[in-house]
């Protein structure tokens, strides 16, 4: 029978299949699954609401500033060039000379629309909290804007990257209540950047058009598209087909286009440190001892080499970036014999014996069930009986994050990730007492003094050259005390066609922003 | 085996009908075929930790998706497990799993059914309107709900795939009754005031039995795959348990599917096999049971 | 009923782990409280349940389903509706293409009994029935769309292409084919077992000795009432086809009601599902009226509660 609609489909494909697909399109085209992978928010079209898919929105909104390719420093985009005040409390931008999509112009006037807009709770901003210094915002001409700040804030610029410029002439007439249930955002919005939005097909594609008079020059193609896959596994199918140009891939199927010559794979780091949390609240691993022993007993190095085919940093604490790790760390290599001896020690026949603990998941790629079991494998090896269990991001949350008191035995042990990078203040939600839900997302309940002071040392250091130095502690205090088995930074993988030519992306947490320069990529 | 009392069989041997039974499905070549395989399976299956070299748990970094060699007969997974031992522990779950709950949802399914179809209209009306709310609830709400409340392993999966199960059973059996309901032998058990344990099991049971071997040869391959399905939500036989599954799901991964194929065609090799050994044997039983079939 | 399937869904959604808020954050980069606090006033979860169900019931009864959670600003019911062309469209040619080919093929099996063609027929249904169907829509994606690229990878229409009938079909036919392999392997089993069992009933064997040739035999007497579990078999598979292959429409990214409903709970968006949900209820419940007229128009005798 399979045999017989094999033949049908063949038979009906000739006749009415392939015409179609084999039209030229004659605008020049590139499209992709730029909302593919952990960095992307798909169906998502406000950017104040985003927790993600800065990279595709960054296409055609702007911000005012915006993390270079790498990653590695701020540079202007709607502002030309910024200014810092001595007391770090006034941000002085001149902007560029811009037209929105609509043709009106781009003023200071949309920048303090915007910045007041996303302050306001009302609007459903997801940056309002994060806004929350910004005293005052002021226009003085129509290209200067100059934010005051009710005390210094070292990740203001940071936090400005995710700001992008909405217009206030579209805006301004919506009460800020109806913007985050409004439908302009996915109809008809009207941004600044290379690209202007054309159209979205529901849960299909959405569709942009260059946009000619962009001060960074005309776009080298006409159309870009960004097509919507429940899976990367689709994606990465449509990627082989042809039929899109770029996608972010999995760990394995990286490898498999490595030796592929017409694709070309982007490799870059997750800034995302994956650990194993360990419940404070209950009574397994309380003792020191019983952490040391479990980081001793997972060999890290075998599964970064044969699991991640190299391609990921183990990590001693919360980081791994260079300037934010001391000398001297403790390595915690691989010795299933001391980690025993640890347990012995610590007494674990009393505390748990061979009893199975849930080790709990919201990784449900084909890779992670991968890791899970080399874990297991390993931990079974000195006398801790894990049992891995993978559900989704929502079930995932509701048993962690639940307010008072959550059954605490659902999540003894728990495999997940917790983005480092570029700002390393990103994991103070997750280890700093102050932190313990509903205030922040210490979802492991982990009270420890010291580590709670470094990081607040960290989180008010107003002198940039002392900055590093107050990270590094919070990382040697981790090192030490092991709120977590921190198990390592992997990379992460976007595979382009051969035929783009200038294309730029990075694997940045939440999609960015950063200057992919959306203008310059072209296709043969 | 109702239609005994109306056409008795012509006794040409004197052996007793369960004896013919037994013959005439020995006689079936393709049941026997079924009986070749079945049987090595659940010994080999039930047997293999004797054995076999290796667990099915038991990792080996340093060879993984290695192909079908001397030492792993059918190769290596991702994280260096032997996929030979990992078939036969999963083969031990994924059968246990789909036995049990094709015999519960049998029972269910056949017990709604019939009592719709002889319980008389209010009864028909208010059964198939529940069956109506069972199909119409999407499985995967269903599903997360009962992930947080049954949890993984065993039991509460044979649990989830038998209530996922039933209605479509329950519908056909109806359907048949409906139209047996309308017979003059059921009609005439009726006039002479048979209750209803009677109607279901002397002439429902007796009419369905093929309907229920197809839907219990069918369901048994359903249910592995059902199980396949949870043990990705979450539930099920959590990974890196071993079940039929479970090893099948790995073709999730585009690697796996293209470059690895031992890795899931094995086990889907062995799905199909079972499932269809399990419906040659069925086919012989209803064949052997049926008294007509000396007849002809 | 409906009202009862509703009230069934509300209590099971709220009863499942997470809210669309959890479906919301992403664990690798937390969100403040505050954050959290905007969401759930933004997404009005603050009030009681039995509260929520009495008001999304009232709006309910008049046509109102209220708001997706998830996509901001898009109503349910139109959001829902829009699903059913693609769903019926995809189920529709699969279905067609697996009735045509599960009844032929039963058939032909049931009298050609245990000859080799039978024998085929039955290990290929059996290859048909043990593949999951993630792993049937993936194969058929590897090969059809990727190696000989002869169909497109997914979605209903090329991107960017303005809309035309042969681009939708050229969409349409690899899903539907392999959504077909399924259901005709399973038609054909229970067409095979109910043509077997009914050809050794007294009425074909009486319509034989009079003499009626073989082929009309079958046709005409045999085949009619070897329908019955059939037509209930197809009844139920249309109902639940209603609902959308989950994972074909998951795989080739096809716009129907099994995507939206994956979506939507995966997002724990409660207004879709809710709508989602009861649209199907309708559907099944006509589906299955449906399948009694079909009794009685293949068996009169069978009256019709």
């Given at each position: 029978m399979r045999m017989k609609t094999i033949a049908i489909a063949a038979a009906l494909l000739l006749g009415t299949g392939l015409p179609t697909i084999v039209q030229a399109q004659s605008p020049k085209t590139i499209a992709g699954g730029f909302d593919v992978g952990p960095g992307g928010f798909p169906k998502n079209f406000n950017p104040l609401v985003a927790t993600g898919g800065f990279t595709w929105l960054s296409t055609y909104f702007e911000p005012l500033v915006i993390w270079n390719a790498g990653l590695t420093e701020l540079e202007g985009d709607l502002a030309k060039n910024y200014t810092v005040s001595g007391d770090q409390l006034t941000y002085t931008f001149n902007l560029v000379k811009e037209t929105w999509h609509d043709g009106k112009p781009f003023t200071s006037k949309d920048v303090k629309f915007t910045i007041e807009l996303a302050k306001n709770k009302a609007s459903g901003s997801l940056l309002?909290?994060?806004?929350?210094?910004?005293?005052?915002?002021?226009?003085?001409?129509?290209?200067?804007?100059?934010?005051?700040?009710?005390?210094?804030?070292?990740?203001?610029?940071?936090?400005?990257?995710?700001?992008?410029?909405?217009?206030?002439?579209?805006?301004?007439?919506?009460?800020?209540?109806?913007?985050?249930?409004?439908?302009?955002?996915?109809?008809?919005?009207?941004?600044?950047?290379?690209?202007?939005?054309?159209?979205?097909?529901?849960?299909?594609?959405?569709?942009?058009?260059?946009?000619?008079?962009?001060?960074?020059?005309?776009?080298?193609?006409?159309?870009?598209?960004?097509?919507?896959?429940?899976?990367?596994?689709?994606?990465?199918?449509?990627?082989?087909?042809?039929?899109?140009?770029?996608?972010?891939?999995?760990?394995?199927?990286?490898?498999?286009?490595?030796?592929?010559?017409?694709?070309?794979?982007?490799?870059?780091?997750?800034?995302?440190?994956?650990?194993?949390?360990?419940n404070q609240k209950v009574d397994l691993f309380k003792d020191l001892k019983v952490r040391q022993a479990i980081i001793y007993a997972i060999d890290r190095n075998a599964i970064i080499e044969s699991l991640y085919g190299g391609a990921a940093k183990p990590a001693n604490c919360g980081y791994v970036a260079p300037q934010l790790v001391p000398e001297g760390l403790e390595t915690y290599a691989y010795d299933p014999a001391k980690a025993k001896a640890l347990l012995t020690e610590a007494g674990?026949?009393?505390?748990?014996?061979?009893?199975?603990?849930?080790?709990?998941?919201?990784?449900?790629?084909?890779?992670?069930?991968?890791?899970?079991?080399?874990?297991?494998?390993?931990?079974?090896?000195?006398?801790?009986?894990?049992?891995?269990?993978?559900?989704?991001?929502?079930?995932?949350?509701?048993?962690?994050?639940?307010?008072?008191?959550?059954?605490?035995?659902?999540?003894?042990?728990?495999?997940?990730?917790?983005?480092?990078?570029?700002?390393?203040?990103?994991?103070?939600?997750?280890?700093?007492?102050?932190?313990?839900?509903?205030?922040?997302?210490?979802?492991?309940?982990?009270?420890?003094?010291?580590?709670?002071?470094?990081?607040?040392?960290?989180?008010?250091?107003?002198?940039?050259?002392?900055?590093?130095?107050?990270?590094?502690d919070v990382c040697k205090v981790m090192n030490k005390d092991l709120p977590w088995a921190t198990l390592w930074v992997a990379n992460r993988y976007g595979v382009a066609s051969n035929k783009l030519k200038d294309f730029v992306w990075t694997p940045a947490p939440a999609g960015g922003p950063y200057a992919a320069h959306p203008e310059m990529w072209d296709i043969q | 085996m109702t239609v005994v009392a109306i056409y008795p069989p012509v006794a040409r041997k004197t052996k007793g009908p369960l004896r013919r039974a037994l013959d005439r499905f020995i006689e079936n070549r393709a049941a026997r075929a079924g009986l070749l395989i079945v049987i090595p399976v659940l010994i080999a299956v039930m047997t293999y930790h004797w054995w076999w070299p290796y667990a099915p748990n038991a990792i080996d970094l340093k060879a993984m998706n290695k192909g079908p060699s001397a030492t792993h007969w059918l190769g290596s997974d991702g994280v260096g497990r032997d996929v030979f031992a990992r078939l036969l522990q999963g083969g031990r779950i994924s059968l246990l799993v789909a036995v049990c709950s094709v015999a519960i949802s049998i029972v269910i399914g056949f017990l709604v059914g019939a009592i719709a179809s002889f319980g008389g209209r209010v009864v028909d009306a208010t059964a198939m309107r529940f069956v109506d709310l069972a199909m119409t609830l999407p499985p995967v709400i269903f599903l997360l709900v009962l992930a947080s409340i049954a949890g993984t392993g065993i039991a509460p999966t044979i649990l989830v795939i038998s209530l996922l199960s039933w209605p479509v059973l329950s519908r056909m059996v109806r359907a048949r009754l409906l139209e047996l309901r309308e017979r003059d032998f059921v009609v005439a058990a009726r006039g002479m005031g048979a209750g209803l344990p009677h109607l279901l099991f002397r002439h429902g049971l007796p009419n369905c039995i093929d309907i229920l071997v197809v839907y219990a040869t069918l369901q048994i391959a359903n249910a592995i795959l059902l199980e396949a399905g949870l043990s990705s939500l979450g539930l099920g036989i959590a990974p890196p348990e071993a079940s039929w599954g479970n090893m099948l799901n790995l073709a999730r991964s585009t690697v796996v599917l293209e470059q690895y194929p031992w890795q899931w065609m094995f086990p889907g090799a062995a799905l199909v096999l079972t499932?269809?050994?399990?419906?040659?044997?069925?086919?012989?039983?209803?064949?052997?049971?049926?008294?007509?079939?000396?007849?002809? | 009923m409906l009202v009862a399937l509703s009230l069934l869904i509300f209590v099971l959604l709220r009863l499942a782990p997470g809210d669309p808020i959890d479906a919301y954050i992403?664990?690798?980069?937390?969100?403040?409280?505050?954050?959290?606090?905007?969401?759930?006033?933004?997404?009005?979860?603050?009030?009681?349940?039995?509260?929520?169900?009495?008001?999304?019931?009232?709006?309910?009864?008049?046509?109102?389903?209220?708001?997706?959670?998830?996509?901001?600003?898009?109503?349910?019911?139109?959001?829902?509706?829009?699903?059913?062309?693609?769903?019926?469209?995809?189920m529709g040619m699969g279905l067609a293409i697996a009735i045509i080919v599960g009844i032929a093929a039963g058939i032909y099996s049931a009298v050609r009994r245990n000859a080799w063609p039978d024998i085929a027929m039955s290990v290929l249904s059996f290859i048909g029935i043990s593949s999951p169907a993630f792993l049937s829509a993936l194969l058929g994606l590897y090969f059809f769309s990727v190696l000989l690229r002869w169909a497109p990878s997914g979605g209903m229409q090329t991107a960017g292409a303005p809309f035309s009938i042969a681009d939708v079909l050229a969409h349409l036919i690899l899903p539907a084919c392999l959504l077909s392999i399924g259901h005709a392997a399973l038609i054909m089993r229970y067409m095979r077992a109910s043509l077997l069992e009914v050809l050794n009933q007294d009425y074909v064997r009486t319509a034989r000795a009079k003499g009626v040739r073989e082929f009309w035999v079958i046709i005409k007497h045999a085949t009619r009432n070897a329908l019955l579990p059939v037509i209930t078999l197809i009844g139920s598979t249309v109902g639940i086809a209603v609902g959308g292959a989950i994972f074909l429409e998951s795989v080739f990214n096809w716009p129907g009601m099994g995507l939206l409903l994956v979506n939507a709970v995966g997002t724990r968006d409660y207004p879709v599902i809710m709508g989602a949900t009861l649209v199907i209820g309708v559907c099944v419940i006509l589906v299955n009226i449906l399948t009694d007229v079909a009794y009685a128009f293949v068996d009169p005798r069978i009256q019709v509660a």
């Open positions: 309002a909290a994060r806004l929350g210094d910004v005293a005052s915002v002021e226009a003085p001409d129509d290209s200067t804007v100059i934010i005051k700040l009710s005390k210094p804030n070292g990740s203001f610029l940071s936090i400005l990257s995710q700001v992008l410029i909405l217009p206030e002439h579209a805006l301004a007439g919506m009460p800020p209540e109806s913007l985050a249930t409004s439908t302009w955002w996915s109809t008809s919005p009207v941004g600044t950047g290379p690209f202007k939005f054309k159209k979205y097909v529901t849960d299909q594609y959405v569709e942009l058009a260059a946009d000619d008079d962009y001060r960074g020059g005309k776009p080298k193609v006409d159309v870009l598209i960004n097509r919507y896959f429940e899976s990367p596994a689709a994606a990465v199918a449509a990627l082989r087909a042809g039929e899109i140009q770029f996608t972010y891939v999995e760990t394995d199927d990286a490898a498999s286009f490595k030796t592929d010559t017409s694709f070309k794979v982007i490799e870059g780091g997750s800034y995302v440190v994956n650990y194993i949390g360990l674990w026949d009393k505390i748990n014996g061979d009893k199975p603990i849930t080790l709990l998941t919201y990784y449900g790629s084909p890779q992670a069930a991968n890791v899970m079991a080399a874990v297991q494998s390993m931990l079974a090896q000195v006398g801790i009986n894990v049992v891995p269990r993978v559900v989704d991001t929502p079930t995932y949350n509701g048993i962690v994050y639940k307010e008072g008191t959550p059954d605490w035995s659902a999540f003894p042990m728990v495999y997940a990730g917790l983005q480092n990078g570029p700002n390393p203040a990103g994991i103070n939600p997750g280890l700093n007492k102050s932190q313990i839900p509903p205030a922040g997302f210490n979802t492991m309940r982990i009270e420890f003094d010291d580590l709670s002071a470094a990081f607040d040392k960290a989180l008010g250091e107003t002198d940039a050259s002392k900055l590093d130095a107050a990270w590094q | 499932v269809l050994a399990i419906n040659f044997i069925g086919d012989g039983l209803r064949d052997a049971f049926d008294p007509r079939s000396d007849l002809s | 992403n664990p690798s980069v937390p969100m403040s409280a505050s954050d959290l606090e905007t969401l759930r006033d933004r997404l009005g979860l603050d009030q009681p349940l039995p509260l929520q169900y009495f008001g999304w019931l009232r709006a309910a009864l008049s046509g109102d389903f209220g708001y997706s959670i998830q996509r901001s600003g898009v109503r349910v019911l139109p959001l829902v509706m829009e699903r059913i062309g693609p769903t019926a469209l995809l």
